[in-house]
């Protein structure tokens, strides 16, 4: 079992920045692949980041690649926001999906989730 705890989720204008902090526990979720998700009202769950442990690799969904930077240490994945747009304003989810599934882009395989925090961005 892994849980999974986000925090750092807010309000900001556009062109600003937030981080958002994924706190894992459990027996195995150091060898997990880490992922980000975030749903907005009315749409689909989309699947923005995810990093391999140790961050062996980073994957970035095209609407976030160069703008999100994920990373991870000991126990906190961490996902960096920057240059904020609206269409970034959703729940964010932290996820997480043991190494036999495969880590790349996508959102295939992910059966443990966090609460989901909230960022929303002005204009």
């Known amino acids: 079992q892994v849980q999974l705890v986000e925090s750092g989720g807010g309000s900001v204008q556009a062109g600003g920045s937030l981080r958002l902090s994924c706190t894992a526990s459990?027996?195995?979720?150091?060898?997990?692949?880490m992922g980000w998700f975030r749903q907005a009202p009315g749409k689909e769950r989309e699947w923005v980041a995810a990093i391999y442990f140790g961050a062996a690799g980073t994957y970035y969904a095209d609407s976030v690649e160069g703008r999100f930077t994920i990373s991870q240490d000991n126990v906190k994945n961490t996902l960096l926001m920057n240059d904020l747009k609206p269409e970034d304003s959703a729940m964010y989810y932290c996820?997480?999906?043991?190494?036999?599934?495969?880590?790349?882009?996508?959102?295939?395989?992910?059966?443990?989730w966090g609460q989901g925090t909230q960022v929303t961005v002005s204009s």
């Open positions: 996820a997480a999906k043991p190494p036999w599934q495969g880590c790349g882009i996508g959102p295939s395989g992910y059966n443990y």
């Open positions: 459990g027996s195995t979720y150091k060898r997990y692949c």
